[in-house]
Structures are given as C-alpha cells and as structure tokens.
C-alpha cells in the first residue's frame, strides 16, 4: 500500500472511531429501575390524605424531568389521573414516590401541573406550581403547594416534573404501580428525543416496561 492510501485508510479509520465514539455518547433514558415492591408516597406532614394511590411498586420508575438545554429533546412528563369526590378539595402538598438513576440527583426544584381530563387524557392545564419540596428517600417528594389550590369536584391529572441537569445529576423517575385506577398514567416527549409520544398517550404504549399507574398522595 502506498503512502496515501495508507493515510487515506488511517484517516478513514479514525473517522468510523470517533463516529462510534459520538454514537455510544450517554444520553437520558425513558425509564428506569425502581426501589421495589415496599414503596409508598412519602409522609413529611401532618396533613391528612385527600387522595392516596400507594399500590406495589412495579419496579420500574418512569422518567419526567425537565433536563438541561442541550438535552432538551429528551424533556418528558407524566401524568396521573384522580377525581374530586367532593363539592372542592383544598391542595397544600403533592407527595410522590421516585429514584434516581444514572446519577444521585438532586434536582433544583419540581414542576407541578394540574390538568383537567379530556377524553381520558390531560386537557387544559389549572395551576402550574415550581417549588422545591423535601426529598426524605432518595427521589420522593414531598412538594408544598404555595397558597394551596382549590378544585371543584371532577375529574384531573397531575403532573410531576423534576428539574434536574443530566451532566452531571442523572435522572429522576416517578414510580410505577402494578395496578391501575380510573384511566393509564399517562406520558409525553414533545421534542422527540425518544422517538415516541410526542403527545400525551397512555403510558404503557410509550414506554413498553411501564406498567399500570404512579405512586402518589394528595394532602
């Protein structure tokens, strides 16, 4: 082989390295292993339940987080669904069970929508709330709603979403049960970063390892 064949294989050769390089660079997963069958939502008040969905733990946790900008197509919530049973319910905390995985955490703050239903899915968004609740257990929550939030009696969603760097924290995810009440958890990527679900869908057609529905409290 002559000179500039060989620097011309060389060169080529670096080439197919560094785009395998580029290729197995990490980036955010859709789920991840959980803490198992003995997790609940997090108690850190007095407050007593207004709604409580504590069933066992699947195994997987689903993530939902808001990640840095150059991660931004991999931003992705999840949703649960409950019903008001009373004429109003006043909301002072969120508790949810969640984990880190691929780093420890922890994030900035959480992000908690309430949505209204809309054919079995998150319709028109309530109340949206950024606060920085306890984390007793390594990725579960208990988040204070500022002021608290007055629903009428009907049928919503809420939605939680950490607010975590990739590089260098990881990622959270909220925690599945295996059984499921009223309709699927739901989930949505809109910028892609997944492949699916840019829309809000049921959790389970997303991601395949999910199960049922999430683990949470609301006081």
């Known amino acids: 082989m002559n000179r500039t064949a060989l620097f011309a294989t060389t060169a080529l050769l670096g080439l197919a390295v560094a785009g395998t390089a580029c ?13 198992g069958p003995t997790t609940t939502s997090p108690r850190c008040t007095g407050l007593p339940p207004l709604y409580e969905q504590n069933g066992p733990d699947s195994g997987i946790a689903i993530v939902s987080q808001n990640f840095e900008t150059s991660f931004d197509n991999y931003d992705a919530e999840a949703a649960d669904d409950f019903v008001v049973t ?17 780093g420890t955490g922890a994030p900035r703050d959480e992000t908690v929508t309430f949505y209204k239903n809309r054919h079995g899915l998150p319709g028109e968004a309530v109340a949206r709330f950024t606060m920085q609740g306890a984390d007793p257990h390594f990725g579960s929550f208990c988040i204070p709603i500022r002021n608290g939030l007055l629903l009428k009696k009907g049928h919503y969603w809420v939605s939680v979403v950490a607010n975590i760097d990739f590089n260098p924290n990881g990622e959270w995810g909220w925690e599945n049960q295996s059984t499921r009440v009223l309709n699927p958890a739901a989930w949505r990527n809109p910028g892609g970063g997944f492949g699916v679900c840019q829309d809000w869908t049921a959790e389970n057609v997303c991601i395949p390892n999910g199960q049922r529905d999430h683990i949470f409290t609301l006081r």
């Open 23 to 35: 290729a197995q660079e990490p980036h955010p997963a859709a789920w991840g292993a959980s803490d």
């Open 86 to 102: 009373e004429a109003t319910w006043f909301i002072r905390e969120v508790d949810v069970a969640g984990t880190y995985f691929d």
